[in-house]
């Protein structure tokens, strides 16, 4: 089996952050730069990490929610 990427053990998890550091030995600050530059980011609302397109409503607006708390 192939080793995950960097996103895939981020991405879906609320602590992914934690997950990448522990697999990957990144220091935060270099992890956090590596996410938002592949335009991954943390839901301000259920803290799951995903893609930022999911910040956005279907109007294309920033409203600080993923799909999945936006459409309980």
Known sequence: ?????LF???VGYANGFERAIAAFGLPPAELKEALLDANI????S???WVDSFELLTDD???DGHCDNCRNP
């Open 8 to 10: 895939e053990v981020v």
């Open 60 to 62: 294309d607006v920033i």
């Open 46 to 48: 259920c803290k799951w």
């Open 41 to 44: 980011e943390q839901c301000p």
């Open 1 to 5: 089996m192939a080793e995950e990427s």
